[in-house]
């Protein structure tokens, strides 16, 4: 084995004393191993020399620290020129996969960290998979979040394995589970801890006990007279979450499945074909972009050695309190402080929330818990090495704290403001060492919005800004540098967006046919229903912070209900009525004859980006683009909003906003930067 060990670049293969061959997938120059073309082609080579020397079993395992395998490819996605193409690919890999499954030794899969998409596709080809009990331990097929669905023979095999009713869920919504739930769904055959892994996997291979499949009763929905119902329903649940045109993929799988789940061999045939043409479409591509925008933001943290361990949050409201939840959930301990106790509780109370959520488990529960310290006296200040501001959005309230906390901090604790738009000039111009505040500012609700803005003023260091990037980083959120000003970047940008939605319910469209109108373009929630949600008082604080230095006129109607304490979902009244947290609203409501209502709230967005980009507010248009898809789920399967222009052709947008100037007045007037975007974008 060691004369087949040179053949590979990727692979390592050894076989023990009891004639088990392990094969180690090892990626050079990677962080995580991924199925490239090369490093298929190899396994390729490895499997024929299996074939014809076969061991007592095989094992494959992954040399990398972070997981198994992370799935395909992406930038090979990119490279696919046309269906023809896609399909020969894919049938090449469901040939490799199909003669992996087919070895007269018995075949495992060991498992830690990630094992997403084609590294679990493979997984599923070998006979047996033995995973670590570990958090980190991820298993799913998540193509779906990249306009495709599974292509390397994983829909037919994963629900061979568990059936239709738990596997076609896990694919259409992309979702990963952790090692505990592969293992009651019956994804995997064991789950040990570390110092168990090789014990087990030996353990199966001399034992080849049975493989597991899915029951009588789990294979039942795929009878072919009860299939085409539970498809069925499958598309009516489906339709609920996403639209057929812009998310083509799901509803694919589920037509995959519906005509050929009966027979394993022509579902695998299915399952190539529509992935070939699904490899080429609009959605994909711009999916499989923002997939890479994401990769960028994550790499932002690469090369700066910072580590917090101690955290101390200050406001424990809503957004402080779920901040310091959040960073507890990332492994570290917070303090968080208060004026009172009382103040605390609420925070408390939805932190054990969360952690019993995503936790589960008692003792890690218990463990989160115990590392979320109340501090109304704020003792937790002098040993911090990152401190979050998040109280009332108040510039000389901040001021103040920021001038008591100077003096206590750490030289190396990062100082940090939440606000979501005051400029960090009109604090930091205060503090005796300006260069070192930073703005780091979550959205709502932090639990679940990836993105944080990095804000940085005219005074900030690099050096700073390049640790609160790295901070962002260890607790999984996806950072974005943006220079301050008024809103920063996502506020700024959603402002005008949502007080267009306001001048429209003022002229007498419908608060339905706006957010329906904004839904069918791909906005995952309207504008109105979106303002209720953040609160009436805080779009209203947000707009008068930017209306002096923007110009933006502000709707009377907004304060007015403001004044009256309607404040949207929270007071339980907005522009939606609501009951237990649900809007009231009319399906019958009245259609408006307006026809350039999607214009008027879209051509506002995308005029601000340009406004944006004019300012330098942040680096470049990809980076705008993920922090509008990121931070407000502006319409993914557009790839973002410059791309979107781009896309739609950026005279006519230009065409568009002077229309509209002349028909509704100069908060459409085009903004300066179009014609220089315009000449950039011409490749002549």
Known sequence: MAEKQKKYLNWKAETDDEGILWCHLDVPDRSANVLSSAVLEEFERFITDVEADLPLGLVILSDKQSGFIAGANIDEFISIKDSEEALEYTRRIHKLFNRLEALACPSLSLIHGFCLGGGLELALACRYRVALDDPKTRIGLPEVLLGIHPGF????????QIGALQAMPLMLAGRAVDGRK?????????????????????AMIRQQVPQKKASAWARLAGHNMLRPLVAGFMRRELRRKANKEHYPA????????????????????????????????????????LYKLQERLKSKDSEVDFKAQHVHVIGAGVMGGDIAAWCVLQGLSVTLQDREPKFIAPAMKRAHKLFKRKLKQTRLI??????????????????????????????EAKITLFKELEPRIKDTAILASNTSSIPLDDIS?????????????????????????????????????????????QISRLPVPVKSSPGFLVNRILTPYLLEAVALWE????AEQIDRTAKSFGMPMGPVELADTVGLDICLSVAKNMADTLNITIPDTLQQMVDKGHL???????????????????????????????DRMILRILNECAACLREQIVEDADLLDAGMVFGTGFAPFRGG?????????????????????AKYGERFSPDASWQALIHANDPG
């Open 641 to 661: 909003p410059m791309h979107y222009a781009r896309a739609r052709g950026l005279e006519d947008v230009v065409a568009g906003l002077a229309g509209l100037e």
């Open 366 to 395: 218990t463990a989160a818990m115990d590392r979320l310290i109340p501090d109304h006296k704020a003792l937790g200040v002098e040993k911090a090495d990152v401190i979050i501001e998040a109280i009332v959005e108040n510039a």
């Open 429 to 473: 111009r205060q503090l005796k060492a300006p260069e070192r505040l930073i703005g780091i500012h979550f959205f709502n609700p932090v639990a679940k919005m990836q993105l944080v803005e990095v804000v940085h003023s005219a005074s900030t260091s690099s050096a700073w800004l390049d640790r609160a990037t790295a901070f962002c980083r």
């Open 568 to 598: 949207g979902k929270k007071s339980g009244r907005g522009f939606y009525t609501y009951d237990k947290g649900k809007p009231g609203k009319n399906k019958n409501a009245p259609l408006s004859s307006m026809t350039d209502i999607e």
């Open 182 to 202: 592969a293992l009651k769904l019956g994804l995997i055959d064991r789950l040990v801890p570390e110092r168990q892994l090789h014990r087990a996997a030996r």
């Open 250 to 289: 799901p509803f694919a799988l589920i037509d995959v499945w519906e005509k050929h789940g009966g027979d394993e061999k022509d579902m695998l045939d299915a399952e190539a074909r529509s992935i070939a043409k699904l490899f080429i479409t609009d959605s994909s591509r711009n999916l499989v972009r």
């Open 507 to 510: 002229e007498g469209v419908t």
């Open 153 to 160: 023979g994983g829909s037919m095999r994963m629900i061979r």
